[in-house]
């Protein structure tokens, strides 16, 4: 059964949305109203046609088809072959992204098996390739012998009636899962001491460069930089094998959880540089942490968010500090306020003051700012 559902300004603004045929983009809309509260709908060009172009005529199956095609090649719908009955089926990937369920209901319909590795990796795409309980980078091709892989964690243990649905399942590492699937209640997700393998492995890339513009900030300011190549880094480091289980250490209260040994889980290594927005994450939590209550993936997102709108890393990092010294939380509005005063502050030094004489309002103010501009032009055009 069709169903209500909202379309967002910023949709007609996607540029990956906007090389797609129009008739592309009509069908996308229509897989909101015929996908079920997890984004799963039948997918078969006979159903699509019947139920987003009932009226085109001059659409043929074979129309259709290529269309379903479309959303398929650019990962914004994933088709699979689901239930018993081997139906064709497909899942709008970003789903919960574009729609806000109030009261959802269960799904009907087969989720993708997460037997198929594909339907994994479509998981870790959605979720941009980061675990979910350690928020650390999962590698994007499978490494021999390495418990950082792709695995599929459960929000809900299957044990305790979980399903495999979209909104139960997250993208994790596969040591993380486990930890987390062996734990005494199975949802408290404890660090486990194969994560204790990535601080060594990454002491040296860390010392060469944490944040190459947040290091050329204070360098310029002639302040202490974020880290000395020679001064021990165990403290930054420390954030990687952070606790995310119970409320208060995710929200930086409390102890961090000490790893859990496990045998069956020897420490292993990870080489590679961290992308900057987890560098400077670890960075910004490091000094601000202590006495706020900053959320460690909240932070990474507003700053990876931020970063990919192309704004410049050290006018980021500059923004992030006045936030932090004024303990304000870390968000898309809070650093429009950051940035508007850095920005007045760099352009005070080319205002141009006006006369300080009787005052004025209106159009009388209005003209006497624009003579006084006027004037100082022409003295520096006589001066010149």
Known sequence: MPRIRTVKPEFWEDELLGVMPRDARLLFIATF??????????????????????????????????LMQCLADTGLVFPFIGGVARQQMALVVNFRKHQRINRPQKSKLPPPSLGNYKAREMYARRDGWT?????????????????????????????????????????????????????????EFIPPAGLAGIE????????RSLNGSVNEYYAESNSE????????????????????????????KGTPPTPRQSSGSPTVTQTGERAIEDRMTDAFLERYLPGNAYNKRQVRKVIADTLANGTDSGELWRALERLG????????????????????????????????GQPLSGTDAKVAGWAAIAAQLAEQGDSA
Not at 200 to 207: I, K, M, Q, R, T
Not at 325 to 333: I, R, T, W
């Open 33 to 66: 109203n015929m996908a079920d509260d997890e984004g799963i709908l039948r997918w078969t060009p006979a159903y699509i046609k019947a139920q987003a172009f009932m009226y085109d005529d001059d659409l043929t199956l074979k129309d259709v088809d290529q």
């Open 131 to 187: 675990c979910q309980l350690c928020c650390g980078e999962i590698p994007r091709r499978i490494v021999v012998n390495d418990d950082h892989n792709l695995a599929i964690d459960h929000i809900r243990p299957v044990a305790a009636g979980g399903t495999d649905h979209p909104s139960n399942v997250r993208a994790a590492h596969q040591v993380c899962e486990r930890a987390r699937r062996h734990s005494p209640d199975g949802e």
């Open 200 to 207: 060594d492995s990454l002491n040296e890339s860390l010392n």
């Open 225 to 252: 930089p974020v880290m000395d190549a020679d001064s021990e880094i165990s403290s930054l480091n420390h954030s990687l094998t952070e606790g995310k289980g119970k409320e208060g250490n995710r929200e930086g």
């Open 325 to 356: 010294s004024l303990s304000k939380p870390v968000s898309a509005g809070t650093l429009q306020f950051a940035f508007s005063e850095i920005r007045q502050a760099q352009n005070a030094s080319n205002v141009i003051a006006l006369s300080s």
